[in-house]
């Protein structure tokens, strides 16, 4: 499984961006996708997740501001977060995973994707 994530950028605190991530390969397995978080010092942490049934999970922190979706289709799926309101504590390198949790055991990594939130 591959993961592309785009959609990073600088944007000013009270403004928008959506992050994008698509996977390909063998997507057959997939169940969860989402997207993690990590601050300069900080340790990684969840920000959004959604499952193949489409239920969701958000930290506490963007509840309300950011919006997960997934769109799934024979060769690919793409997750988006739809980032509103930002805040300068949103600022953060913005990770897109996605496992094969309960029947399989892995899970994948993208490549990190840069949001910088200006006060």
């Known amino acids: 499984v591959q993961l592309q994530a785009c959609g990073g950028g600088l944007v000013q605190a009270g403004g928008s961006l959506r992050l994008s991530c698509a996977a390909s390969g063998r997507i057959s397995s997939i169940n969860t996708m989402g997207w993690y978080r990590q601050a300069p010092g900080k340790e990684r942490e969840l920000v959004a997740t959604?499952?193949?049934?489409?239920?969701?999970?958000?930290a506490d922190a963007v509840k309300g501001r950011f919006t997960i979706s997934r769109q799934n289709a024979q060769t690919k799926i793409t997750v988006n977060l739809q980032m509103n309101n930002l805040k300068p504590e949103d600022t953060a390198v913005y990770f897109c995973?996605?496992?094969?949790?309960?029947?399989?055991?892995?899970?994948?990594w993208g490549q990190g994707t840069q949001v910088t939130v200006s006060s």
């Open positions: 995973t996605a496992d094969n949790f309960p029947w399989g055991s892995d899970d994948y």
């Open positions: 959604i499952t193949s049934g489409g239920s969701k999970n958000y």
